[in-house]
């Protein structure tokens, strides 16, 4: 039944009257949004650049004008405005990514429950991305959210990275490091908390406040304000709004919730105070990442992340950065990360803005390669943070043409159809925990070529170590050209051949033949080989290509020094760019030896790449006697190192018999090259 209407009120006029404002207010906003639809597929038929900063000035300073001219704040009005034009922003953006269509249901997974920061953030985003058409699914913990993403689960994932007032969120960044995700999108979402309680509660009966700890520590001073009243942590704003639908607390009457205004109207709590934070900005940055990266549209305002490593060294870092400060390139984020297995050597997290492909950042990137030990492109998305004044970052600058970024190892075009790459500065060094390689040093890996036993494995580590050798090499898994032969002690060899290297201080060096092994292999060997008959395994090269752990690229034997380096950008490509070349021996028409060591290979690569160069003589000669004088050769043509088949009883080998050198051949073999290192002016 109606409610008599009470005549005399005279509020009720007035009312209507705002009633009937904000209905045209609506009215307007959409009439507002049709537009700025159509101005969008117009741009998007005629491919022309979305954002327009000149004209967004010109709206704003008039929308200012007139709202001032009218008796509204300025303030007021550039907040409002700032809202729609975003919002209109992102429309277009949707337009021109072609998102939007029917039947593109997507899945997104977040950390939290309906109501929670995440899923609101999740489902602004994610409408943007398919209309109406998505599904939002909750996690317990942001683990669980990228299990779920991994196994296929959901398509995409939404995890919070910072907080305006709270800072890095560290088990979401530890999380996209551990795992191969891409970041596709962001968003930036503005926390508002409010006070929620069961209905009809008051201001007066609040005995507990319970909430995320974070969000009490934001509501610092309002919490103050309130006398006896005990703070509750709860795991999460939404769960603690549903903790107050039923149960005890709902019962005493005594506890209320801080929560977002959307959790409090979900489960049916009246809301007593708002805008309760400190600060009036509170903003959480949230990241949407994906199984496979995806490129927005090169018209869009875009950010690029990236994880990289550099060397221990004085000024390191600086150099880095400085690659993009020469680029013009704003840097929006740098985080350090510690690495486990590393003390006190740090992976970076950093953003920046620009589309990885505009030429500025492109050439940019490729000369960051050139200065870190590992870089991985974590993804490049629509940026939606903007600047705290409400002005509109500068518009991207204008792409003429989307550049692939240029290879990074090779210096000179070997033939017409390679790419072009300019000349590196700097030679690149590789490092493996105590040795470096490369930086006018000479280093020496040596030991069987397959791992025996324990006790061989042992003896051989005490015999090179004795002889200089700084690395320990050693198969477990090994590429035999005959099924007959001896096929090496797989994850045993493995076992074996860390204990080695672990009793005489011996980074070693053992070979990865397939996709399957890498996990063992990353596990046990400090360098991983790619031997000669895998050169051309790309799918290999590729998975290889996204570790970070050093590997020694054989050259294939009858591949070409072209065919070589493009091998090893499948490496660097990936983003890891610890990688040395090994000249082993080519097949020719000469049988006299196994292969044809071609030294000459060694200033060519100089000349064609700034990647370290070291020589395997062994396999090359596959004689004991001939290894000596090309080992010796190899020194004296410049290579930054040799990696030499070793074994304490050569006569017992399992494999490689003829080319093992003996103890007293290294010995002799060392005493050769010492003198030839020195003369260069080589540290060994
Ligand atoms: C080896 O180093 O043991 C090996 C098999 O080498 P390559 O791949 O060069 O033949
Ligand atoms: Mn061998």
Redesign the pocket.
């Known amino acids: 039944m109606e409610q008599p209407i009470n005549q005399t009120d005279p509020l009720d006029p007035i009312r209507k009257e705002i009633d009937e404002a904000d209905r045209q207010l609506i009215q307007i906003l959409a009439r507002r949004f049709d537009a700025v639809k159509r101005v969008g597929s117009i741009k998007r038929a005629e491919e022309q650049p979305l954002l327009d900063t000149e004209r967004e000035r010109r709206v704003q300073a008039s929308w200012i004008q007139d709202a001032e001219a009218l008796g509204l704040a300025a303030p007021f009005a550039r907040r409002v405005l700032k809202e729609i034009l975003n919002h209109s922003r992102r429309m277009q953006e949707s337009l021109i990514e072609n998102r939007q269509g029917p039947g593109r249901r997507i899945r997104c997974g977040y950390q939290g429950q309906p109501g929670s920061y995440s899923a609101l953030a999740a489902s602004h985003l994610l409408a943007f991305r398919s209309g109406a058409e998505s599904a939002m699914e909750g996690y317990l913990s942001f683990q669980d959210v990228g299990r779920a993403l991994l196994n296929g689960d959901v398509d995409y994932g939404l995890l919070p990275v910072e907080n305006s007032i709270g800072g890095s969120i560290a088990d979401v960044n530890r999380l996209i490091c551990d795992h191969a995700l891409h970041i596709v999108d962001e968003e930036v979402w503005q926390v508002e908390h409010v006070l929620a309680v069961p209905p009809g509660m008051e201001l007066a009966d609040i005995r507990v406040i319970r909430s995320h700890p974070a969000a009490l520590t934001q509501c610092e001073t309002f919490l103050s304000s309130m006398e006896d009243v005990r703070r509750e942590p709860w795991s999460d704003t939404a769960t603690a709004a549903e903790s107050l639908k039923e149960g005890p607390a709902r019962e005493r009457r005594d506890t209320a919730a801080i929560c977002s205004e959307e959790a409090a109207r979900l489960h049916g709590l009246d809301v007593l105070a708002r805008s309760l934070a400190d600060r009036e900005c509170n903003e959480t940055r949230f990241l949407l990442v994906a199984r496979e990266p995806e490129m927005p549209d090169p018209r869009l305002h875009c950010k690029t992340s990236m994880l990289f490593r550099v060397n221990h060294h004085e000024g390191a870092l600086v150099h880095a950065l400085e690659v993009f400060a020469q680029a013009k390139v704003n840097l929006t984020r740098i985080e350090s990360r510690p690495q486990p297995d590393m003390p006190w050597e740090y992976l970076f997290f950093v953003d920046v803005e620009g589309h990885m492909e505009a030429p500025n950042l492109a050439g940019a990137l490729v000369k960051l390669r050139s200065c870190c030990s590992h870089l991985r492109m974590l993804g490049c998305y629509p940026s939606r943070t903007r600047k705290q004044d409400g002005h509109l970052d500068a518009a991207p600058a204008p792409v003429p043409a989307l550049v692939r970024p240029e290879p990074v190892c090779i210096r000179e075009v070997p033939a017409e159809t390679a790419p072009v790459a300019k000349p590196h500065p700097a030679r690149s060094s590789v490092r493996i925990g105590p040795v470096t390689l490369g930086e006018g040093r000479f280093v020496l890996i040596s030991g069987p ?2 791992v025996e036993s324990l006790e061989q494995i042992v003896d051989a580590a005490r015999m090179v170590r004795a002889n200089g050798a700084t690395m320990l ?1 050693g ?1 477990a898994f ?2 035999r050209t005959s099924p007959h032969a001896f096929q090496g002690l797989g994850q045993q060899g493995l076992v074996y051949l860390r204990e080695a290297g672990r009793q005489f201080e011996l980074p070693t060096v053992t ?1 990865v033949l397939t996709i399957e092994d890498i996990p063992a292999v990353m596990e046990y060997a400090d360098v991983l ?6 050169m051309h395994n790309f799918a290999l090269l590729k998975e290889l290509g996204k570790l970070d752990k050093p590997i020694i690229l ?2 294939g ?1 009858s591949a070409t020094i072209k065919e070589f380096l493009l091998a090893a950008e499948y490496l660097l490509n990936g983003g890891n760019l610890q990688v040395i070349l ?1 000249e ?2 080519i097949r020719t028409f000469e049988t006299s030896t196994r292969a044809t060591l071609d030294l000459s290979a060694v200033p060519v690569l100089k000349r064609l790449t700034h990647l370290p160069i070291i020589v ?1 003589p ?2 090359a000669a596959g004689d004991r006697e001939l290894v000596i004088p090309l080992a010796l050769a190899a020194a004296a043509a410049g290579a930054d190192g040799l ?1 030499v ?1 070793a074994h304490p009883r050569p006569a017992e080998a399992l ?2 018999k003829e080319q093992a050198l003996s103890p007293d051949d290294l010995e002799h073999m060392v005493a050769g090259l010492r003198p030839i290192v020195a003369a260069q002016g080589r540290v060994w």
Not at 529 to 534: D, I, L, P, S, T
């Open positions: 070529c397959a090499r198969g090994k590429p070979e080989q790619v031997g000669a008959r895998n054989k050259r034997m090994c082993r021996g395997d062994s396999h990696i088949e494999c490689d």
